[in-house]
């Protein structure tokens, strides 16, 4: 993998490095410089007897590079994640090191409007937790913590429970369901006779 970033120029510095590496430059814009001072993020910028300031920014995204040698095959080089943006002189300097904005218009203000805000935390409380991993992992006991112990209440059968809950309700009771007579018109469980019966008895 190369090493790569992108260069962000004014205009008028655009046109110049377009001749220089078309070989078409003149003489004048033939130097090409670039330094950093001791923080490392902000340096100047020189081309040929002009001097432009410069600063390191950190892109919201990673950028992914790519060279082809037969404009067909696409070969990934880089993972890119920092420009260097050459501003005009008058221009003021970045108030911080990561840039608001992407590489694309639909990026813009990519860092408020397509990423989640940072939770707002105490310093102080995140040392306090930190301290108290390293120690529980460690071995040791967590020094900022506060002990609570609740009593629980004991149930009729001497089991620790809570008696705020409500019993269980109780089985609905099924209804007996009188068997059906066999013979509801005679009470006494004989059979009726019919008419054929009577025809047999005659015989």
């Keep these: 993998m190369e090493e790569q970033f992108v260069l962000r120029v004014p205009p008028s510095v655009a046109e110049r490095l377009d001749r220089l590496l078309s ?6 814009d033939k130097s090409l410089d670039l330094s950093f001072e001791e923080d490392g993020r902000s340096g100047t910028f020189v081309i040929g007897n002009d001097r432009f ?3 390191l920014l950190d892109l919201p995204t990673v950028v992914e ?7 067909s095959v696409l070969i990934k080089t880089a993972d890119i994640g920092q420009m260097i943006m050459v501003r005009d002189p008058n221009d003021p300097a970045p108030d911080t090191v990561e840039y608001r904005h992407g590489l694309t218009p639909p990026m813009r ?13 105490n310093p102080e409380l995140v040392q ?6 390293l120690n529980i992992s460690a071995g040791g006991p967590a020094d900022n913590v506060d002990i609570e112990v609740a009593e629980q209440e004991k149930n009729r059968d001497g089991k620790a429970g809570n008696t705020s809950k409500n019993p269980a309700p109780a089985p609905e009771s099924k209804t007996d369901i009188p068997e059906a007579a066999t013979n509801a018109g005679e009470p006494d469980g004989e059979p009726d006779r019919s008419d054929s019966d009577e025809s047999d008895d005659s015989i």
């Design 109 to 121: 203000d990519a860092r408020k409007r397509r990423f989640r805000r940072e939770p707002d935390l």
């Design 65 to 71: 590079s790519y060279k082809t040698y037969d404009d």
């Design 23 to 28: 070989e078409n430059a003149s003489s004048d």
């Design 53 to 55: 300031p410069a600063s």
């Design 128 to 133: 306090r937790v930190e301290e108290d991993l």
